[in-house]
């Protein structure tokens, strides 16, 4: 067993990683949810089928009762409309605030799950069990949940963070291909910004196999470094920015596919190798670090460029929820393994794109 501590003072989680953890889940919430009766389960209708009677099962064995939602697979799900049927079903469930409730799946369903335990009764306590390799690297850790809006991805939202994280990797055995390579977009992310050494390791070994063999310390370092961001920038103020990068490009390129051609590791691949090329050319990022991003790249199976038109570059910047009046903060690279906030007009970033 590997375990994290998000140490946040007077909120403090733990994050464990185990294969075969899944079974375990009773004991390990009961230990921390000693009064809790209720656990309202909230998975999609992919992961339903797969996982849930495991963990409903294991709920049931440490004495909790427990209902399942099961929403419809994909981001549409990250409604004003789920959230709310899922305050109704929640009530008619009977839950109270000493109870809480369970995302089981991937970022849809934690996103999503995690709101609705943010703002049902005023906020009830919260369990992640991310089943997928961006839920598990990225989204169940650090307490950002939201829906999306017309207007935009992730526009209503709060920072909940959970009171535990139970990785299993025995379930991403279970993702496709694709799937697996949107979340290893996130994984060479950590590499690009905060850790050369672990960019050569992913680099070095991009067969889906070989990264499944080292699974449990890949995962294990990438929640060590967000860890580390979320506790000395949890409201996403300063250093936390810095897990952007490829962001904000890679929104035009989701925005460009209308969020189905392209999924979010997808986007922020090719947004990633951009930023490289945009941090040269204003004289942040060494001349050799594109080439060595979009080789990686590659590697996973990612896109390394993404067409999209002047226009899906504008609304993406425009959009920005991280860009102040008429300037935006781009992520970029001083060096392979070492981010930085450049801060520059929006104007002049659309005239390099
Ligand atoms: N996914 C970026 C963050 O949690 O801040």
Known sequence: MKTLTVDLPGRAYDILIQRGLLDQAGARIRAILPRASRLFVVTDTNVLPLYHARVRDALREAGFQTQACAVPA????????QLSDLW??????????????????GGVVGDLAGFAAATVLRGVD??????????????????????????GKNLAGAFWQPKLVLMDPDTLDTLDDRTFADGMAEVLKYGCI????????????????ALMADIESILYTCCDLK?????????????????????????AYELAGHYETWTHGQAVAAGMVLAARLGVALGVT?????????????????PTRIDCTHAD??????????????????????ALGRAIPHKMPKAELLKLL
Do not use: C, W
């Open 286 to 302: 060494p001349a050799e670090v594109p080439g060595q991003v979009e080789a990686a790249v590659a590697a996973l199976g990612l």
């Open 194 to 209: 905060f850790d050369r050494a672990f960019f050569d390791l992913l680099a070095g070994r991009p067969s889906r196999g």
């Open 313 to 334: 570059y504008a609304a993406a910047i425009g959009l920005d929820k991280k860009g102040a009046g008429e300037d935006i903060t781009l992520i970029l690279l001083e």
């Open 227 to 251: 860890r580390s961001v979320v506790i000395r920038d949890e409201r996403d103020t300063g250093e936390r920015m810095l897990l952007n990068f490829g962001h904000t490009l890679g929104h």
């Open 74 to 81: 994909g981001e549409a799900s990250k409604s004003a409309g």
């Open 126 to 151: 919260f369990i992640q069990i991310p089943t997928t390799l961006l839920a598990q690297v990225d989204s169940s850790v650090g307490g950002k949940v939201a829906i999306d809006l017309q207007a």
């Open 88 to 105: 109704e079903r929640m009530m008619a469930f009977g839950l109270t605030r000493t109870d809480a409730v369970v995302a089981l799946g």
